[in-house]
């Protein structure tokens, strides 16, 4: 039966490590924790020869099977590490993984981690490590789960924070953990002993809210038109220049539009995204995206990241960085494409 981050941390406490594990999910942080708490168990426990395998196009899955095979060359106990990007091995993949759990090597611990998980990728090969180990499916946080979270972790800290000071720190961050993670070291360096109120957490806590470029299509996709500008905002305040942005959107815009024509013409949509490289657990919020827009939604995004284009090189009128708030509050309410010029 899967296992939860609590019951992983009770387990590998009891000093016990499994044959293997499979630690799976999109949220770097908690699967970046789990996967260095098994290996810092391996080492306490001898497990002093460490062999990785990246798994990319042509992977050689037997190289994963010799090694099983072979013995260690310093009679050592073995840590193998398979990176598996995608979470999916493909069918060679899947069986050299099942046929490793039925006879598990001795004095070795395999320890595979996907950064990419939903359940559709659960299979024959995932159950076969949770019968023969520990399978660790890690969920993003819900929006109502990451305040629980963050106390948590402030606590582990030993910090003693007052409510609004959790608060404001929950709103400087927008849920990501790796950012709030960061901001708790610091306040465990600077604030150990001392009660954190509001004011202190103000003037200590960078207003990080992680201005991603990369995750101002995401947001804005799924429906925080607000959100996405803050952050825009955010971006522009810490010096971002105009054109990376730009060209980022735009890219995001065109798999939109292709998307909308293919799915306008009765075409399939899962041949879009594996040429976009758009991972199975983000699709859902580019199809429903494109649903919201339609064809001719997506076709207006497209012309007016051809004139945001134009404005950034002072072709056009229109003031650049109001243009692209406009193009991000339309992908996230196609109420507002009548803000931008009609698609011709």
């Not at 391996?42 to 037997?62: H, K, P």
């Not at 610091?186 to 001392?194: D, I």
């Not at 060209?247 to 306008?264: K, Y």
């Not at 004139?307 to 109420?335: C, F, M, T, V, Y």
């Amino acid at each position: 039966m899967p296992l939860q981050l609590a019951q992983l941390d009770r387990q590998l406490a009891e000093q016990r490590l499994a044959n293997v594990y499979l630690i799976a999910g999109s949220e770097d942080l908690l699967r970046i924790e789990a996967s260095d708490a098994v290996r810092a168990l391996a080492r306490e426990l001898g497990f002093t020869e460490r062999e990785v395998f990246d798994v990319e196009s042509g992977f050689d899955w037997n190289s994963l099977t010799m090694s099983g095979a072979s013995m260690s060359l310093f009679a050592s106990r073995r840590l193998i590490e398979l990176r598996l990007p995608t979470g999916k091995p493909g069918k060679e993949g899947g069986a050299a993984i099942e046929q490793w759990c039925a006879n598990p090597p001795p004095d070795t611990c395999l320890l595979i981690i996907a950064n990419d998980w939903s359940r559709t990728h659960e299979g024959r090969w995932s159950q076969a490590v949770d019968n023969a180990g520990v399978f660790l499916p890690i969920w993003p946080l819900k929006p109502n789960e990451f305040p629980g979270w963050l106390q948590r972790r402030l606590r582990a800290a030993k910090l003693d924070v007052e409510a609004d000071a959790v608060a404001l720190l929950g709103e400087r961050v927008e849920g990501n953990l790796l950012a709030a993670s960061q901001e708790i070291e610091k306040l465990a360096l600077l604030c150990r002993g001392e009660r954190i109120t509001a004011e202190r957490m103000l003037a200590l806590v960078a207003d990080s809210a992680r201005f991603s470029v990369f995750s101002l299509t995401e947001v804005a996709m799924a429906g925080d038109g607000e959100r996405a500008l803050r952050m825009l905002r955010g971006l522009r305040a810490e010096g971002e220049q105009i054109v990376p942005l730009m060209n980022w959107v735009a890219g995001q815009v065109q798999i939109l539009a292709l998307a909308a024509q293919v799915a306008d013409s009765g075409g399939n949509l899962a041949t879009v995204w594996q040429q976009a490289r758009v991972w199975e657990s983000r699709q859902p919020l580019y199809r429903k995206t494109v649903q919201r827009l339609g064809n001719r939604g997506a076709a207006r995004l497209l012309r007016a990241c051809a004139q945001l284009d134009l404005a950034s090189k002072g072709r056009d009128d229109e003031d650049p960085w109001r243009l692209l708030e406009r193009i991000l509050l339309a992908l996230a309410n196609a109420r507002a494409l009548d803000l931008l010029q009609p698609a011709g």
